[in-house]
């Protein structure tokens, strides 16, 4: 077969075949030769080590064992049902275990052959076994090309092993696609590059990445390979913002008016703080060049973020635009309303609320005002995008706590002008450096890094079950002393009934300690209907009930001054932003706040870390960077929806070093050489044209 290359389809390679090529393409979404090198192990087992049985115990991560299959018996009943080998050293015997491909090893697993195995040692009654270990025939694995101390291990599935493809198969699939195409594999890089940040070739390092002589020649392939995925990303990210600020035209605001200075002198009721007004400046600087905005400003919980968001808005009025802003929830929708409504005042402009409660007489008042330009600025929920729902000249859009909104409703907005409007994204979720260059490459970011003046900082500790009189008593203290308490309960995401359950377990017990007519209590919960839920909201915002006690629709930008205790119910169920946005819920007045985590006695240790940094600080950055770190990016709040972290080798939590490095490269690049029309550069406009042409809506905002 002639001419194979990274782009000719799977089935091309020998060995490979129609068949195999659709369970390939279906369980691994490998289409092509180049998507196959780039399915890269996931793990390399050092040949050189090997565990005895007998020295093997249960806190091993993992244990190679070489040795002997000595039996194969079928065990159980139906669920129970699962075949167990017996597995021998000189040193000792072990059980094998699975319970899944049952009829399937029975007829591959060669008794009385020595196997090399891996898997994770467990204890059970006394002995130790092992679960689905992976198995290779110590004959095969002898044979292996060249002379690899590092093996590597791919992951594969049931249904890829019946044809095959096991980790040897896929093996075995790489050597012949590296065969077939090795020479004509480009390097992708500029040659300057790979000498400035000490890279090896791209082919040798898919050669070494698949096929380890040693470790140090796998290390240089991983760090080349990570170098590259990212560089891409940055180049993609980076060329989408510079097609940006030249392909769309932004409205041009090149006044700050009446409307801006009637508020900034005579009703703003707090300076502003340093980090707000650098914002502002930010904004005012954005909205005055002639291109579009797209601008992400991330503020801690209670860092003043609306204030910012309003006078934005404001200077759009001033150059006769309007504005919206819009929320996740209704409650916030109509918190921010209110509140906006408040600091602004009945006469510097016309503002008004859009939700899906919204009735419908009033609704279409809305709409009129919104054509005929006669209303200012609205505030909504997802509402505002509906495309009945059209403005005269908008100019300004504001979306607050921006990862509940889906890429496509965000591009709606940027629909509703023929120039789109200057976007600001709001989100209290810090986010970690590596994955705000990543995430949002393609953004300007402010950060508002400085808390209002005269802010207590909340002291938070953590409590087990066996301290809650405790608690009582000093939320009796604390109501007392006329203040508001906030008592969460973990929402279930797996089963509402749950998440109920613990709500109302909770709250017998806290009717009994906190009776009528002295104390009064409201419940707000996911499973209520919106009126009663606000109905609810609203008494402890006014302060007719002292004790509030909810689940997680509290969490979001909720404003109540006067609450200054947050309690936690198993607190160890929630995820560590989460904590951090409810803390954000108190400490919003003059007083002292508290953050009290309550947690069971059984803590993982993962748990225990997640309480531990809430107690030690309150700076929601740090505490982002740790979450990083326990998660990973694609469990963070806020990357879910996000392509752009599917990565195939590179690891947002731990590479940061090289991402600053691509990030600094490209940034150089553009910087030097805008058009990349250098001869150097010729390699990454093609890959631009070819894999990224122009812009998607979708990409943008
Ligand atoms: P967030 O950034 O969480 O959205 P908010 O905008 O809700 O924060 O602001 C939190 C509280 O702080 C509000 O009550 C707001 O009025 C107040 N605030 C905002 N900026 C300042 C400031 N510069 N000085 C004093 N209080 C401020
Ligand atoms: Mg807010």
Excluded at 605 to 626: P, Y
Aim: positive net charge; charged residues 25%; aromatic residues 8%.
């Amino acid at each position: 077969m002639a001419n194979l290359s990274l782009i000719t389809p799977i089935e091309y390679l020998k060995g490979v075949g129609p068949q195999k090529a659709d369970v390939i393409k279906k369980e691994l979404l490998i289409f092509t030769i180049g998507d196959l090198l780039q399915y890269y192990p996931f793990r390399y087992i050092d040949r050189t080590k090997f565990h005895k049985i007998r020295q093997v115990h249960a806190d091993l991560i993992g244990a190679q064992i070489l040795g002997r299959l000595i039996s194969l018996k079928e065990v159980g009943e139906r669920r129970g049902k699962r075949l167990v080998a017996q597995f021998r050293d000189e040193t000792g015997t072990m059980e094998l275990v699975w319970f899944q491909s049952i009829p399937w090893l029975k007829k591959s697993l060669k008794i009385g052959s020595p196997y090399i195995i891996y898997g994770k040692p467990v204890e059970f009654n006394g002995a130790i076994s092992m679960t689905h270990p992976e198995m290779e025939l110590y004959s095969s694995a002898e044979k292996k090309v060249g002379n690899m101390t590092m093996q590597p291990v791919y992951s594969s599935t049931e249904k890829l092993k019946k044809f095959n493809l096991d980790t040897k198969g896929i093996q075995k699939l790489q050597q012949t696609a590296l065969e077939a195409v090795y020479n004509g594999i480009e390097e992708l890089l500029p040659a300057y590059i790979l000498q400035k940040h000490n890279l090896i070739g791209h082919k040798e390092a898919l050669l070494a990445i698949h096929f380890p002589q040693n470790v140090n020649e796998l290390n240089a392939a991983i760090r080349r390979l990570k170098f590259e995925e990212l560089f891409f990303i940055q180049l993609r990210l980076l060329r989408n913002k510079q097609l940006n600020t030249q392909k769309f035209k932004g409205h041009r605001f090149d006044k700050v008016g009446d409307r801006f200075n009637a508020f900034f002198n005579e009703r703003l009721p707090f300076p502003l703080t340093n980090a707000q007004k650098r914002v502002i400046k930010e904004i005012r600087q954005d909205t005055n060049t002639g291109a579009q905005m797209n601008r992400l400003v991330q503020g801690d919980v209670g860092s003043g973020k609306t204030v910012v968001a309003l006078m934005s808005m404001l200077i759009a009025l001033d150059n006769g635009f309007q504005a919206c802003m819009m929320a996740p929830t209704e409650i916030l929708a109509t918190q921010h309303y209110n509140g906006l409504k408040e600091l602004i005042g009945e006469d510097i402009c016309s503002i008004k609320l859009l939700t899906g409660s919204t009735p419908t007489k009033e609704r279409r008042l809305i709409h009129q005002g919104l054509e005929d330009g006669s209303l200012d600025i609205l505030i909504g929920t997802h509402a505002l995008i509906e495309d009945k729902v059209k403005f005269k000249n908008i100019g300004f859009v504001v979306i607050d706590e921006q990862h509940r909104f889906g890429v496509e409703q965000r591009a709606k907005l940027w629909r509703k002008n023929v120039v789109p409007p200057h976007m600001l994204v709001m989100t209290a979720t810090p986010i970690p450096r590596t994955l705000a260059m990543t995430l949002y490459g393609d953004l300007d970011i402010s950060i508002i890094d400085e808390l209002p003046a005269g802010r207590k900082p909340i002291k938070t500790v953590h409590f087990f079950e066996n301290q809650r009189l405790r608690v009582f008593g000093f939320i009796r203290e604390e109501v007392t002393k006329g203040r508001q308490v906030y008592i969460v309960y973990p929402l279930i995401k797996e089963s509402e009934k749950m998440d109920l359950l613990y709500l109302e377990a909770g709250l017998e017990g806290l009717m009994r300690e906190f009776p009528l007519p002295q104390y009064h209590i409201s419940i707000v919960h996911g499973k209520m209907p919106v009126k009663d839920k606000d109905f609810e909201m609203q008494r402890f915002v006014k302060g007719e009930t002292q004790i509030m006690v909810a689940t997680t629709v509290i969490e979001v930008g909720v404003n109540v001054p006067n609450a200054s205790v947050m309690i936690i119910e198993n607190s160890e169920r929630f995820g560590l932003s989460q904590l951090h946005q409810l803390r954000g819920r108190v400490g919003r007045g003059a007083e002292q706040s508290f953050c009290i985590l309550m947690s069971g006695d059984k803590l993982s240790k993962e748990g225990r870390k997640r309480l531990d940094t809430m107690v030690r600080t309150n700076d929601g950055f740090e505490i982002a960077e740790v979450d990083l770190e326990l998660r990973g990016p694609g469990d963070l709040s806020g990357t879910q929806q996000s392509g752009v972290l599917e990565m195939k080798i590179a690891d947002l939590a731990k590479d940061q070093a090289i991402l600053s490095e691509a990030r600094s490269r490209v940034i150089e690049i553009f910087k030097e050489d805008p058009q990349l029309l250098a001869p150097q550069h010729q390699q990454l406009s093609i890959y631009l044209n070819q894999r990224a042409p122009g812009i998607s809506w979708d990409k943008i905002s």
